[in-house]
């Protein structure tokens, strides 16, 4: 039965990695900015792509299978400073980091262990998810949207961010 199983991945040319399904960072990301927003100008502003595209050396990452068949809700957000980072993110009605690509830690591919993190590298992804979305919101003001746009409830509110942690329940 095993080698029929082999056979038929063989032929059929499956692009079957151990754990290629398994997204084992998921953490949620809650923010009162609307999230289509976030991708729209990932997507098609000039600025925002060329502080966060993907540069040519990491375009390897871009083989993930998520990405390849999911690419109009998975979107990779690249950071310069050091350590250089790729983050793997997710809007399917609720926005979540899938995946972290940090090249000191591992330089083949995604981490998807949590263990793999520390106390200072969440802190760290938080403020650069913060950063990032900080970067939207002023390039959408300086595009003159409106607050109902840039922001997902209750507009008066300011903008805040929270990058979930392991075993940390929702309020």
């Known amino acids: 039965m095993n080698k029929l199983f082999i056979i038929i991945l063989f032929l059929f040319g499956c692009d079957y990695r151990v754990g290629n399904r398994i997204k084992l960072i998921n953490l949620g990301i809650r923010s009162n900015i609307e999230t289509s927003l976030v991708f729209q100008y990932l997507d098609s502003a000039e ?3 060329e502080k966060y595209g993907l ?8 083989d993930d299978s998520d990405i390849k068949y999911y690419s109009d809700q998975i979107k990779l957000v690249y950071f310069s400073e050091t350590p250089q980072e790729v983050y793997k993110i997710e809007l399917n009605g609720y926005t979540m980091l899938l995946d972290v690509f940090n090249s000191t830690i591992d330089s083949s591919w995604f981490l998807m262990k949590r263990e793999k993190l520390n106390d200072a590298d969440y802190d760290r992804i938080e403020r650069r998810i913060d950063s990032f979305y900080r970067d939207i919101i002023r390039l959408a003001k300086k595009n003159e949207v409106d607050d109902t746009n840039i922001f997902s409830w209750n507009a008066a509110k ?4 929270h990058l979930m942690r392991p075993n940390e329940k929702i309020k």
């Open 47 to 49: 600025e925002i792509k």
């Open 55 to 62: 540069p040519k050396k990491y375009q390897f990452l871009k």
């Open 158 to 161: 300011p903008y805040h961010l």
